[in-house]
């Protein structure tokens, strides 16, 4: 860890993103070990931050629905966003409107193309042999929940007997150190692994509403496939001779 202030942010962030208390506290004293000659930032973080931990802590906050989001302060983000439209440091009330309304419009247009792609597109990744589990999850279910599931999956997965791993841990209970379907609104790894024993898919109703996807236009289930990237790179493969044209 550098001893400057990118260290300090390093460590602060596993203060912040630490899954159990016990962590939290355990970073918290590695930062004060660390930095322990910069007493005046220890001090500040002590007496602002940590006094309201339950409201940014990972260990605290996970136990709360909020979809796994995290955003920064929306007046800091809409500052930084408007000054890359500001073509000069001095600028009139008039000028300082429009480039907000450019800045809105183009957030608004930004924002509605996303929600359209996810609508009518989903990775290769959760169409393959693989995603049986997902059930009608494929269709419904938004890919960024997808994501989450499929994280989920692959934790259920470490339990699963395989060749490699004929006697893997057990999974375990879920307890109140699971809070993935109270945080996330998605089936744990709990839940997914029961599934796996059962041979049943996930079904639309194991996920929040939150997660499901408007009603499309076409039934067609495959035009929600996502193309394949276009290599924009040969990565050394030889080129092709300029032939003669007769």
């Not at 419904?140 to 060749?163: F, I």
């Not at 109140?176 to 059962?198: F, M, N, W």
Request: aromatic content about 10%; charged content about 25%.
């Amino acid at each position: 860890v550098p001893h400057n202030y990118r260290g300090v942010l390093d460590l602060w962030k596993f203060v912040a993103f630490a899954e159990t208390k016990e962590e939290h506290e355990k970073a918290w004293v590695r930062l004060c070990d660390k930095f322990n000659d910069q007493q005046a930032i220890l001090m500040y973080l002590y007496k602002t931050y940590l006094p309201i931990r339950a409201q940014w802590a990972q260990c605290f906050i996970k136990k709360y629905r909020n979809f796994g989001v995290r955003m920064t302060s929306g007046t800091e983000a809409s500052n930084n966003n408007v000054q890359s439209y500001l073509l000069k440091g001095m600028s009139h009330l008039y000028s300082l409107f429009e480039d907000f309304e450019a800045m809105l419009n183009d957030q608004e247009r930004d924002f509605v193309d996303a929600c359209s792609q996810d609508e009518v597109l989903t990775s290769r990744t959760h169409s393959g042999p693989g995603s049986k589990y997902l059930g009608e999850l494929r269709t419904v279910m938004s890919e960024p929940g997808l994501k989450l599931v499929a994280k989920e999956h692959r934790r259920a997965l470490r339990s699963t007997p395989s060749k490699s791993r004929p006697w893997p841990e057990t999974v375990g209970d879920c307890n109140e150190d699971c809070s993935v379907s109270l945080q996330l609104g998605i089936p744990c790894y709990h839940t997914i692994y029961r599934k796996l024993e059962a041979g049943t898919p996930l079904t639309k109703w194991d996920v929040h509403p939150r997660w499901h996807l408007r009603e499309p236009d076409s039934r067609n289930p495959c035009r929600r496939i996502l193309d394949p990237k276009i290599a924009a790179c040969l990565r050394g493969r030889p080129k092709n001779a300029a032939q003669p044209v007769p």
